[in-house]
């Protein structure tokens, strides 16, 4: 029974320590606006929420599904704001998301904090919420 259960938290340790590795993945693309880069941590049929997208695209209500609109999305943000920049504050892992707290930055603009949150399924990316506070 203990060796199960010291099994079980390996683990999980595993788990965590790989997607805390997929959030800094995340962000060293996102900040090199490596497009690719980012969109290979994401699955096929991803789910992606965002205030800002809700705003630019209120007929999507703030929702982008699959790897094709998560491309557009970005790649229109990168070509917008060719300087847009997050700083990590902090990543807080479990064995199935990632909790993301970052300052976003871009030139001209007044810094924004934000709050964003990974969920991972298989090692990819299924679901991503973001949180302007």
Do not use: C
Request: charged residues 25%; without cysteine.
């Amino acid at each position: 029974m203990d060796y199960q259960l010291n099994f079980m938290k390996s683990e999980n340790k595993i788990s965590i320590q790989h997607n805390e590795q997929i959030a800094q993945d995340w962000f060293a693309a996102f900040n090199s606006h490596q497009l690719e880069d980012l969109l290979a941590l994401y699955d096929e049929h991803a789910r992606h929420f965002s205030p800002k997208l809700k705003i630019r695209q209120p007929e999507t209500n703030g929702w982008v599904s699959g790897k094709a609109a998560l491309r557009a999305w970005w790649q229109d943000a990168f070509e917008r704001l060719p300087e847009l920049h997050y700083e990590v504050l902090t990543l807080t892992a479990n064995d199935t998301r990632v909790f993301m707290e970052y300052i976003r930055r871009v030139p001209g603009e007044e810094d924004m904090k934000v709050a964003e949150v990974l969920e991972i399924e298989n090692n990819r990316i299924v679901a991503s919420r973001v949180y302007h506070g």
